[in-house]
C-alpha cells in the first residue's frame, strides 16, 4: 500500500499505534462525558423559536414581549360530570382549584370559572409564565397546579388542556426518553450483530458507537453556545443516527476484514489492508451523508435547519470512531472475536459462491431487464398511495398514541365552549391604530370574542378568540383573514402572531423549504457519485432509483398510517424523510457500487455485478436491518410524529436495502454492461462476454 491512504490505514492497524488510538478515545469520552449530559437541558422545544425571524408570528412574539402574554402560556384545566349539569359544589371545587393555582410558583393568572351555556362543563383558564425555561418547564409546572387540586365531588372529573397541557404530557413522553433511545437501539444493533457474526463481535461496534454518541452529543451540546437550535426531535435523532448509521460502517469494515484475514496471516497487515480497500467507500458513504445533512443549513425552519448540523456531526463523530478507534479494537482483539466461526488463514468464505446473495445474482442474470422492468413497476405501484399523504401538521388531540387527558379535554372544551379558547390571535401594532385594529378584528369571520386592548410605551396588543380548534385549517384561514384586514390599516404596522399562526408559518416554511432543500439534496448526491464512480450514466441511474424508493416508501407508510389511525403528518416529515433516505440510500449504493466499481476492471461489468452483489450483498442486509431496525425504535414513543417518521424512514430503508438496492441496481447494472460507467475509460472496454454463472466468487 502506498500514498496518504495506505498511511493512514495503517494508524490504528499498527502494532503500537493500535494503543495510541485507544487511550486517546478513552480520553475523549471522560473529559466530554460531563458536557454530553448537559444536551438535554440546552433543548427549545417551543414553536416560536423554530421558526425564522422573518415569519410575522415570531416578530409578533417578540414586539409584544414587553406585555407578558408572549412569554405565557395558557392551560385549561376543564371539569364534567356524565351524571347531569354542573352543580354548586362543583363551581365552588373549581374556584378552590383556581385559588390554589395562584399560589403556583410560575402561575400568572388564574380566571374564576366560567359554566358553559349547557351547564355541563366549567372551564378555568391559568396562565402560566415559562420564564427562561421556556416550553421544558411547563410540565413541572401542570404538575404542581394538579397536586394543589381540592378534593372534588363525587362524579366530577378534570382535565388540563390547551397548549400548556398538550406541552406538559408531551414533556412527560421525552421524560428519560434519551434512555428509552439509547436502550432499544442498543439492543437493535445487539441482537443483529448476534445474528451476523456470533456472541463475541458484537461487543466491539457497540462499544464503538457509545463512546461516539458521548463525543457526538458534547460536540452538540457545543455549539448551541454558537446558535445552533436542537430540539428533542434533532437530539432522538442524534441517538438513532450515530448507532444506526455507525454499526452500518462497522458493519461494512468488520466484513472486508474478514476477508483480509483469510488472505493474510498478520491482523495487522489484513486491517491495514480492510481500511485501504473498504475505507474509501466508508469515507465516502459518511460525507455524503454529512454533506446532504448540510444542505438543510438553507432551510428557513430553524429546527429544520438546526437538525442538519446535529446530524452531520453525528455522522462525523461516528464515521472518525468506526474508521479508527473500531479497527484499533478489531486488531487488538484479533480472530478469535470471530468465534465461533473464524476466517482462518488460507481458508476461503463459502457465502461468495454459495450464499444467498451469490445464488440471487445468478437468478437476476438470466433474465435482468424482466426483473428490473417488473421490480420498477412495483415500486411505482407502491408509490401511487403518496396521493393520499396529507403532511400539514397533526392536529393537538390526534398527537398522541395513547389516550391522553389533555386530548380529552380539548374534546370537552370544543364540545361545550369555543375550540379556541386558550390559544387566542395576538395581534401588536401601533397604539394610534388600537380602535382600527380592534374594529377589524371583531369583524372578521372566526373571531368569536376580543379582549380589552393593551397599551404600553406606544404599542397595544390585542387578542382575539378563535371560533374554531386552534390546529385545525378553519382556524389557520382566520388567521389569513385576520392578517389581510390589519396589514391593510395605514400605519398600524400590526403584527398576528400567537399559536395558530405560529403553525401557519411553520407549514408555509416547511413547503419553501421542500422546493429548495430537495433538488439541491439529489445535486449533492449525484455529484459526490460521479466524483466516486468517474461516471454520469451510472449515478443519474442510482439517484432515480433512490428517489423512486422514497416514494414507494411514502405510498406504503401512508397505508400504515391509516391502519395505525393516525390522522395527518408533520409538515416536514416529508422533507426529513427524504433527506434521509436519499442520503442513507446512497450509503449502500456507494457499499455496492465501488465494490461492483473495483470488480469491473478486472472482471467486466457484469461478473463485477455478481461479484459486487456476493461480496456486499450480505452487509448491506445486515446494515439495512440495522438502521431500519434502529429508526424503528421511535414507534415505541408516545408520539404520533415520532411513531410515523420512524415507520417512514424504516420502511424506506427496507425497501432501498433488501429491493432497491440488491434487485433493482444489480439488474439494471446485469442490463446496461460496460456501458454504465459512461463516459469512463471502463465504458469503452468492448463488449463482454456473458458472467459465467456458477463460477461467481469473491
Known amino acids: 500500500m502506498s500514498g496518504w491512504s495506505g498511511r493512514l490505514a495503517r494508524l490504528p492497524a499498527g502494532r503500537r499505534s493500535k494503543w495510541v488510538v485507544l487511550v486517546v478515545w478513552i ?75 395562584r399560589q403556583v410558583q410560575g402561575v400568572a393568572l388564574a380566571s374564576e370559572p366560567i359554566v358553559a351555556q349547557d351547564k355541563q362543563a366549567i372551564e378555568t383558564l391559568v396562565q402560566i409564565n415559562m420564564g427562561s425555561g421556556g416550553w421544558n418547564s411547563l410540565a413541572s409546572t401542570v404538575k404542581s397546579i394538579k397536586d394543589k387540586e381540592s378534593p372534588r365531588p363525587a362524579g366530577l372529573s378534570v382535565a388540563a388542556t390547551g397548549p400548556a397541557g398538550f406541552a406538559a404530557e408531551m414533556g412527560e413522553a421525552f421524560k428519560g426518553i434519551d434512555g428509552l433511545l439509547l436502550y432499544a437501539a442498543a439492543g437493535v444493533v445487539i441482537v443483529i450483530l448476534l445474528a451476523t457474526y456470533g456472541p463475541m463481535l458484537w461487543v466491539l461496534p457497540l462499544l464503538a458507537a457509545g463512546i461516539a454518541l458521548v463525543v457526538a452529543q458534547a460536540a452538540v451540546y457545543g455549539f448551541t453556545h454558537a446558535g445552533l437550535t436542537v430540539n428533542a426531535q434533532s437530539a432522538a435523532v442524534l441517538t438513532i443516527l450515530v448507532f444506526g448509521a455507525g454499526t452500518d460502517y462497522a458493519l461494512l469494515l468488520v466484513a472486508r476484514y474478514r476477508e483480509e484475514l483469510r488472505r493474510h496471516e498478520d491482523k495487522h497487515e489484513a486491517m491495514a489492508v480492510a481500511l485501504h480497500r473498504a475505507g474509501p467507500a466508508v469515507l465516502a458513504s459518511g460525507l455524503t451523508v454529512m454533506i446532504a445533512m448540510l444542505v438543510l443549513l438553507v432551510a428557513r425552519m430553524n429546527s429544520t435547519a438546526g437538525m442538519g448540523p446535529v ?110 379558547t386558550g390559544a387566542p390571535v395576538q395581534i401588536v401594532a401601533n397604539a394610534a391604530q388600537a380602535d382600527a385594529v380592534v374594529a377589524k378584528l371583531r369583524a372578521t369571520q372566526g373571531i368569536t370574542a376580543v379582549a380589552p386592548p ?24 382566520t388567521i389569513d383573514r385576520v392578517r389581510d384586514a390589519v396589514h391593510a390599516i395605514p400605519g398600524a404596522d400590526a403584527k398576528v402572531g400567537g399559536q395558530t399562526a405560529t403553525l401557519l408559518d411553520t407549514e408555509r416554511a416547511s413547503s419553501h423549504d421542500n422546493y429548495v432543500i430537495v433538488p439541491l439534496v439529489l445535486l449533492v448526491v449525484m455529484g459526490i457519485l460521479m466524483l466516486l464512480l468517474r461516471s454520469i450514466l451510472a449515478p443519474v441511474l442510482l439517484t432515480a432509483t433512490v428517489v423512486l424508493s422514497f416514494f414507494a416508501a411514502l405510498g406504503i407508510s401512508r397505508w400504515l398510517f391509516d391502519l395505525a389511525g393516525f390522522h395527518g403528518a408533520d409538515a416536514g416529515l416529508p422533507l426529513l424523510a427524504f433527506v434521509f433516505l436519499v442520503a442513507l440510500g446512497i450509503d449502500y449504493n456507494i457499499f455496492l457500487m465501488s465494490r461492483v466499481h473495483e470488480e469491473s476492471k478486472t472482471h467486466g461489468t457484469r461478473t463485477g455485478a455478481l ?9 448491506i442486509t445486515s446494515a439495512g436491518l440495522v438502521l431500519a431496525g434502529t429508526f424503528a425504535v421511535f414507534t415505541t414513543m408516545p408520539i404520533v410524529g415520532f411513531a410515523e417518521m420512524g415507520i417512514l424512514i424504516a420502511v424506506g430503508v427496507l425497501l432501498d436495502t433488501l429491493i432497491v438496492r440488491s434487485i433493482l441496481v444489480t439488474s439494471l447494472t446485469l442490463d446496461i454492461g460496460d456501458r454504465i460507467w459512461w463516459p469512463s475509460p471502463l465504458a469503452r472496454q468492448g463488449r463482454e462476454p456473458e458472467p459465467v454463472l456458477d463460477t461467481v466468487d469473491a
Not at 350 to 377: C, H, L, N, Q
Not at 611 to 619: D, E, I, N, S, Y
Request: aromatic residues 6%; glycine residues 10%; negative net charge.
Open 611 to 619: 461479484k459486487g452483489l456476493a461480496a456486499t450483498g450480505g452487509v
Open 27 to 101: 480520553l475523549a469520552v471522560v473529559a466530554l462525558g460531563g458536557l454530553a449530559g448537559k444536551l438535554t437541558d440546552a433543548q427549545k422545544n417551543d414553536a416560536v423559536t423554530w421558526l425564522p425571524d422573518s415569519a410575522e408570528s415570531t416578530q409578533a412574539y417578540k414586539e409584544g414581549l414587553p406585555f407578558g402574554n408572549a412569554d405565557q402560556a395558557p392551560v385549561v384545566l376543564i371539569y364534567s360530570r356524565t351524571d347531569g349539569p354542573i352543580t354548586p359544589a362543583d363551581i365552588q371545587a373549581a374556584a378552590a382549584d383556581a385559588a390554589a393555582a
Open 454 to 477: 393593551q397599551v404600553k410605551d406606544g404599542i397595544v396588543a390585542i387578542e382575539g378568540t378563535l371560533t374554531d380548534s386552534p390546529d385545525s385549517k378553519a382556524a389557520q384561514d
Open 311 to 420: 446530524c452531520a456531526i453525528g455522522i462525523a463523530v461516528a464515521l472518525a470512531a468506526m474508521l479508527t478507534l473500531l479497527p484499533a479494537l478489531l486488531t487488538i482483539t484479533g480472530r478469535w472475536v470471530f468465534w465461533p466461526r473464524h476466517p482462518d488463514f488460507g481458508t476461503t468464505d463459502p457465502s461468495s459462491t454459495t450464499g444467498i446473495w451469490a445464488r440471487i445474482g445468478r437468478t437476476i442474470a438470466i433474465r435482468p431487464r424482466v426483473v428490473w422492468i417488473v421490480t420498477a413497476a412495483a415500486l411505482v405501484v407502491a408509490a401511487l398511495g403518496v396521493s393520499g399523504f396529507q403532511a400539514h401538521g397533526v392536529a393537538a388531540k390526534d398527537s398522541f398514541v395513547k389516550q391522553s387527558a389533555a386530548v380529552d379535554g380539548m374534546k370537552l372544551l370544543e364540545q361545550h365552549f369555543d375550540a379556541g
